[in-house]
């Protein structure tokens, strides 16, 4: 592995390591709930529409991105 290489890997890990990328799961009042906590915090970077699960299932899950530091 090259310097560059070694420095460009080093790079991405820090900023991997800068987020945390999660599914949640649940009614939309929870849901709603949760990112009006993440957003109070100032932790919330991205969150994607609602998609709800499917089927008989009321339930629906959105894709969230959190800062962590």
Do not use: C, F, K
């Amino acid at each position: 592995m090259t310097t560059r290489e070694r420095t460009y890997a080093r790079a991405n890990n820090q900023r991997a390591a800068q987020y945390t990328e999660l599914w949640i799961v649940g009614s939309p009042e929870d849901i709603a709930a949760m990112l009006r906590v993440a957003s109070a915090s100032g932790r919330l970077v991205y969150v994607s529409a609602p998609t709800r699960m499917g089927g008989d299932d009321t339930r629906h899950r959105r894709y969230l991105r959190l800062r962590t530091t």
